[in-house]
């Protein structure tokens, strides 16, 4: 089992930027792919970040590239992601994943991931 909790969250300006981490527990962190998701209202949950355990591979939805930054600190069981040059259409609640597979590639399917933390909000201002 893992466990997540993600936390920074917050109101924020158009323009500005926000760091969100996730904070992991249980066996086996450190040898999974982890994502990072988000649901705006109304939306589906979808993709933005994924890095492989060992962070040597990471991918981005082309609608983030190169305004996030997706980061893993393995020794403090944490996964962070850098947001900068928000927009408004980045609100939504953002969620952190663990891939279900151990050692495995990196996914961008939700159903690759079978442990979820609860979510922190997003806003972004006009």
């Known amino acids: 089992q893992v466990q997540l909790v993600e936390s920074g969250g917050g109101l924020v300006s158009a323009g500005g930027s926000l760091r969100i981490s996730c904070a992991a527990s249980?066996?086996?962190?450190?040898?999974?792919?982890m994502g990072w998701f988000r649901q705006g209202s109304g939306k589906e949950r979808e993709f933005v970040a994924g890095?492989?355990?060992?962070?040597?591979?990471?991918y981005y939805a082309d609608s983030v590239k190169g305004r996030f930054t997706i980061s893993r600190d393995n020794a403090k069981n944490t996964v962070y992601l850098q947001m900068n040059g928000l927009k408004p259409e980045d609100t939504a609640v953002y969620y952190c994943?663990?891939?279900?597979?151990?050692?495995?590639?990196?996914?961008?399917?939700?159903?690759?991931?079978?442990?979820w933390g609860q979510g922190t909000q997003v806003t972004v201002s006009s």
């Open positions: 249980g066996r086996s962190f450190t040898n999974r792919a």
């Open positions: 890095i492989t355990w060992s962070g040597g591979s990471i």
């Open positions: 994943a663990a891939d279900r597979i151990i050692g495995g590639s990196l996914r961008t399917t939700l159903a690759a991931y079978a442990y």
